[in-house]
């Protein structure tokens, strides 16, 4: 079968579409995922050529696409067959096997806006967005060691400048492995400290130590994980007299290195000074933790020696009765496999959301009384959020839960906007939304949702595309709001869907579903649409009108 070439599409101002956008239409192929830069006329980051990653959709793309590997790290350059081929890759959600070229390629758009737009500018939400990336293709392609290199570089680059630009930072849990290099947010971190001259505390300097290559840690530490930390903290607060503590010694300042791959960079090595110490080139401060360490195992060898022969008297008094004074005692064994479950559940970096049977997740906690709720405090404390969340809302019917990681530091109280997020969810879901997912994305932007709550709305798309709400309780619903109100929500639903893109088939097939749920018909939706025009390609102006249109139906009480 020979290539069909597609009809190019007229030429538009460059833009950069994040993570998360609705998906992009380039030579009939439906781009998913974000990440990547569409449209004409940017140039790229040294000279005067246009930008290699740069999606040009007036450029011929010829489908169906072969398979054999691009021969340039340029979209321009491609032949139409080879941009039907990377296209179709991005189109797949970058989920699908393709040759590493394709992969390179699409890296090259990230390093753009790394070390171009976003530098020491970006938010946090953006830069958690393509470290996840990154560390997915990292893992998904590390058969390919070009891949793997410059996945690897750009999500150490990417890392480092997150935690310079954020306001607090928490130290990085610590290692069972010392890796080879410290994580960039504990060297950042730690630095942090240092440059300010404040002394180190207990957490951050128990961090340090664990990722450190040379840190000795022997039976003791790796037996009795628990007990070790809770004893290194105590030992670590006497040492210091609870001030934590001071470095002085000086270090190179901490510079990241980075060569590009994307041509666009014109092979320039770039480099990211942070204007902090290298805390990898200190001597001192590791060498005074590892004597505590040192110390703090030898006091725990007697436990751990009994526990390696006596594995089943672990949490027993007898056990007990040979830890040193002060020490906290080791979790619950209940606990203890609720850590390992978890553990093992979101091994993979890629792992954000899981949907476990609501009878397997409590069961990992059976000696707790009210279960439901003993279950998403213990997760809420491991860094992880559960939907349905039994602190602020019935799990009721619901057989499945879903588990999602959570940003560190974020409330666990859903914010004002989810529960009008949530409504609008359930109600598209009962129409029959072909994409719940995609359409929490829309609400959540609309409502310029957390990030944590984008989360957990995602959470429930999952759980009502598994058990769709009963039309007639829906129906039920609306029947209880009053007329103004039903006004204002049947608005909120038509902005919400048509926010940042305007109407397509789709959109008006969902929302002609709605409004007979509302009592009208087509002529009343077509009016209705006509009248909020103005707000389809104004997001700010949309977001404002959502609010108050929100507050109205009374969605966010």
């Given at each position: 079968?020979s290539?069909?070439?597609?009809p190019?599409?007229?030429?538009?101002?460059?833009?950069?579409?994040p993570?998360?956008?609705p998906?992009?239409?380039?030579?009939g192929?439906?781009?998913?995922?974000?990440l990547?830069?569409?449209?004409?006329?940017?140039r790229?980051?040294?000279?005067?050529?246009?930008e290699?990653?740069?999606?040009?959709?007036?450029?011929?793309?010829?489908?169906?696409?072969?398979?054999?590997?691009?021969?340039?790290?340029?979209?321009?350059?491609?032949?139409?067959?080879g941009r039907?081929?990377?296209?179709?890759?991005?189109?797949?959600?970058?989920?699908?096997?393709?040759?590493?070229?394709?992969?390179?390629l699409?890296?090259?758009?990230?390093?753009r806006?790394?070390?171009?737009?976003?530098?020491?500018?970006g938010?946090?939400?953006?830069?958690?967005?393509?470290?996840a990336?990154?560390?997915r293709?990292?893992?998904?392609?590390?058969?390919?060691?070009?891949?793997?290199?410059?996945?690897?570089?750009?999500?150490t680059?990417?890392?480092t400048?997150?935690a310079?630009?954020?306001?607090s930072l928490?130290?990085?849990?610590?290692?069972?492995?010392?890796?080879?290099?410290?994580p960039?947010?504990?060297?950042?971190?730690?630095?942090?400290?240092?440059?300010?001259?404040?002394?180190?505390?207990?957490?951050?300097?128990?961090s340090?130590?664990?990722?450190?290559?040379?840190?000795?840690?022997?039976?003791?530490?790796?037996?009795?994980?628990?007990?070790?930390a809770?004893?290194?903290?105590?030992?670590?607060?006497?040492?210091f007299?609870?001030?934590g503590?001071?470095?002085?010694?000086?270090?190179?300042?901490?510079?990241i290195?980075?060569?590009p791959?994307?041509?666009?960079?014109?092979?320039?090595?770039?480099?990211?000074?942070?204007?902090?110490?290298?805390?990898?080139?200190?001597?001192?401060?590791?060498?005074?933790l590892?004597?505590?360490?040192?110390?703090?195992?030898?006091?725990?060898?007697?436990?751990?020696?009994?526990?390696?022969?006596?594995?089943?008297?672990?949490g027993?008094?007898?056990?007990?009765?040979?830890?040193?004074?002060g020490v906290?005692?080791?979790?619950?064994p209940?606990?203890?496999?609720?850590?390992?479950?978890?553990?093992?559940t979101?091994?993979?970096?890629a792992?954000?959301?899981?949907?476990?049977?609501?009878?397997?997740?409590?069961g990992?906690?059976?000696?707790?009384?009210?279960?439901?709720?003993?279950?998403?405090?213990?997760?809420?404390?491991?860094?992880?959020?559960?939907?349905?969340?039994?602190?602020?809302?019935?799990?009721?019917?619901d057989?499945?839960?879903?588990?999602?990681?959570?940003?560190?530091?974020a409330?666990?109280?859903?914010?004002?906007?989810y529960?009008?997020?949530?409504?609008?969810?359930?109600l598209?879901?009962?129409?029959g939304?072909?994409?719940a997912?995609?359409?929490?994305?829309?609400?959540s932007?609309?409502?310029?949702l957390?990030?944590v709550?984008?989360?957990?709305?995602?959470?429930r798309s999952l759980?009502?595309e598994?058990?769709?709400?009963?039309?007639?309780?829906v129906?039920?619903?609306?029947?209880m709001?009053?007329?103004?109100?039903?006004?204002?929500?049947?608005?909120?639903?038509?902005?919400?869907t048509?926010v940042?893109?305007?109407?397509?088939?789709a959109?008006?097939?969902?929302?002609?579903?709605?409004?007979?749920?509302?009592?009208?018909?087509?002529?009343?939706?077509?009016?209705?649409?006509?009248n909020?025009?103005?707000y389809?390609?104004?997001?700010?102006a949309?977001?404002?009108?959502?609010?108050?249109?929100?507050?109205?139906a009374?969605l966010?009480?």
């Amino acid at each position: 079968m020979s290539a069909l070439p597609v009809p190019p599409a007229p030429a538009s101002a460059p833009r950069w579409l994040p993570a998360g956008s609705p998906p992009a239409v380039v030579g009939g192929f439906q781009l998913r995922g974000g990440l990547f830069y569409l449209g004409t006329g940017l140039r790229a980051a040294a000279g005067n050529a246009p930008e290699p990653a740069l999606i040009d959709p007036t450029v011929e793309v010829r489908r169906p696409a072969p398979t054999k590997a691009p021969g340039q790290l340029s979209y321009a350059k491609l032949s139409p067959a080879g941009r039907g081929t990377y296209l179709e890759w991005l189109a797949s959600g970058r989920q699908q096997p393709t040759a590493p070229g394709n992969v390179l390629l699409f890296l090259s758009g990230l390093e753009r806006r790394v070390l171009v737009d976003l530098r020491r500018e970006g938010t946090q939400e953006e830069y958690a967005a393509i470290a996840a990336e990154l560390a997915r293709l990292r893992h998904s392609h590390a058969q390919h060691a070009a891949v793997e290199r410059h996945a690897s570089g750009l999500l150490t680059v990417v890392s480092t400048l997150a935690a310079m630009s954020a306001d607090s930072l928490d130290p990085p849990n610590p290692a069972d492995v010392a890796p080879a290099e410290l994580p960039p947010a504990l060297r950042v971190g730690v630095a942090r400290f240092i440059a300010a001259g404040a002394p180190v505390p207990g957490d951050w300097a128990y961090s340090w130590h664990s990722h450190h290559p040379e840190r000795g840690w022997r039976a003791p530490a790796t037996r009795c994980p628990d007990e070790f930390a809770s004893l290194f903290g105590l030992r670590f607060r006497e040492t210091f007299a609870g001030q934590g503590m001071t470095v002085t010694e000086n270090a190179p300042e901490l510079a990241i290195s980075y060569t590009p791959v994307s041509p666009g960079f014109g092979g320039q090595r770039v480099v990211v000074r942070t204007g902090l110490p290298d805390i990898e080139r200190m001597v001192t401060g590791p060498a005074g933790l590892r004597m505590i360490a040192d110390r703090v195992q030898a006091e725990l060898e007697p436990y751990s020696r009994f526990l390696g022969t006596t594995p089943q008297a672990r949490g027993t008094a007898e056990a007990f009765a040979l830890l040193p004074p002060g020490v906290t005692r080791p979790s619950t064994p209940d606990l203890r496999r609720l850590t390992e479950w978890s553990a093992a559940t979101f091994a993979e970096p890629a792992t954000d959301f899981v949907v476990v049977p609501r009878d397997q997740l409590t069961g990992l906690l059976p000696a707790a009384s009210g279960a439901d709720l003993a279950l998403v405090v213990a997760l809420d404390r491991r860094g992880f959020g559960v939907e349905p969340d039994a602190r602020f809302a019935d799990p009721g019917r619901d057989s499945d839960a879903v588990v999602f990681r959570r940003t560190s530091g974020a409330p666990a109280r859903p914010g004002p906007g989810y529960l009008a997020a949530a409504a609008l969810l359930r109600l598209a879901v009962t129409v029959g939304s072909p994409d719940a997912a995609t359409f929490a994305w829309k609400i959540s932007d609309g409502l310029a949702l957390s990030d944590v709550d984008r989360r957990r709305l995602h959470a429930r798309s999952l759980l009502l595309e598994l058990r769709p709400p009963r039309v007639a309780g829906v129906v039920a619903e609306l029947a209880m709001v009053r007329p103004a109100h039903r006004d204002a929500a049947l608005d909120l639903v038509i902005l919400v869907t048509s926010v940042g893109g305007g109407l397509g088939p789709a959109e008006l097939s969902l929302l002609g579903r709605v409004v007979h749920l509302f009592g009208l018909n087509e002529d009343d939706l077509r009016a209705r649409v006509e009248n909020l025009r103005e707000y389809a390609y104004d997001v700010t102006a949309a977001r404002r009108r959502i609010w108050e249109l929100a507050d109205t139906a009374a969605l966010l009480t």
